[in-house]
């Protein structure tokens, strides 16, 4: 094991943002990500797409990440990289620059679960940042996931709950596109619920057993909504844009806490912590800030920049699999799909 300081290279490519990390410890040096425009006139993600333009970029945000860390490669202790989920032809990308850098510098590979790296990414140092104690629950929402975990351990989670259809970042891009928002509709869909009244519209929950949650049925009732409202008055959706997103919103946030109360019931844990592209809600944000004095939980929200896909989260899950020697054989493969 190497004394001094341990220097992680990570790389994320499990959609469309290329993205390349260096991590001093569990302390971020540089943290770059290339987003991709392209899809947005697609209105989503074009997977051949994504993955001709991460072969584009991975060199250049590579070399950018070292030069804003100010270390060179030879100073490297390891390369992280995402493993999956995620789209194959992305995932492979960055698989095999990793891969070929990590032989080039005769260094470990640390293969990493995406998922997973959006519940460590709380164990960044950041000041003004708590750390979550062990065991935490982790309700992980993205565009691909929604799940809730109990977090035992560094590599000791339990999945207990998540959705058996659409994720809740599915719900919110669905939903916005139904509302004729341009992709990706999510963030414009939180931005007009600021102005509107979230009891306007009221819609209701679907009735999932367990911690488990299901979002395709307001998917559908909410474009019934609108089809039906529309038929009337054609200008239905602009006279009622910012209630219609914030009854959308506060709906999907109802769903999240129900489900958030419920596992806290069960297990007895009330540290909780958020993760996955769909933190960044303001609305989601401001309930779990809420639900510290309100149900008395140990709420934990990261910066923006570790909510999104980025590569310092995928560093530190790196990190922590360095320290336990949890490298990856040089025949490693991505894969589309993986279980914590």
């Known amino acids: 094991m190497s004394q001094g300081p341990i220097y992680i290279l990570a790389l994320e490519s499990s959609c469309d943002d290329t993205a390349a990390a260096v991590l001093q410890d569990t302390t971020v040096l540089s943290n770059v990500v ?4 392209i899809h947005e006139e697609y209105g989503g993600v074009v997977p051949e797409l994504a ?3 991460h072969q584009q970029n991975i060199v250049p945000v590579v070399d950018v990440a070292l030069k804003k860390a100010g270390i060179t490669r030879e100073q490297l202790h390891a390369i992280a990289f995402t493993q999956g989920p995620g789209l194959m032809g992305s995932l492979l990308v960055g698989t095999s620059f990793a891969k070929s850098m990590a032989m080039g510098l005769n260094i470990p590979l640390l293969a990493v679960n995406h998922m997973h790296a959006h519940i460590l990414a709380h164990f960044i140092t950041e000041e003004g ?3 979550p104690e062990f065991p935490f629950l982790a309700l992980t929402i993205s565009g691909g996931h929604t799940q809730i975990v109990q977090v035992n351990d560094f590599f000791d989670l339990k999945v207990i709950g998540e959705t058996t259809d659409d994720a809740v970042g599915e719900a919110f891009d669905k ?6 928002l341009p992709y990706p509709g999510g963030p414009l869909i939180d931005q007009w619920a600021k102005e509107g009244n979230p009891k306007r519209f009221p819609f209701t929950r679907p009735k999932v057993d367990g911690l488990n949650f299901s979002f395709s049925g307001l998917k559908t009732q909410i474009l019934y ?3 039906k409202n529309t038929a009337i008055n054609s200008n239905f959706i602009e006279e009622n844009k910012a209630d219609i997103c914030a009854s959308i919103q506060h709906i999907i946030i109802a769903i999240l806490m ?3 109360e419920m596992a806290v019931a069960q297990t007895g844990i009330s540290q909780i912590a958020i993760g996955g592209g769909v933190s960044a ?4 944000r401001q309930a779990l800030v809420e639900a510290r004095t309100q149900k008395g939980w140990k709420t934990f929200i990261p910066k923006f920049e570790y909510t999104t896909d980025n590569a310092a989260m995928i560093g530190i899950v790196g990190y922590y699999r360095y320290l336990n020697q949890h490298y990856a054989s040089r025949d490693v493969v991505a894969k589309a799909r993986i279980p914590f």
């Open 225 to 227: 909504f609108i089809q």
């Open 51 to 53: 993955s001709r333009a």
């Open 175 to 180: 939903s916005a596109k139904i509302l004729g």
């Open 34 to 37: 290339a987003r991709q425009h």
């Open 281 to 284: 809600n303001s609305g989601i």
């Open 129 to 131: 940042y708590d750390i």
């Open 258 to 260: 129900e489900k958030l």
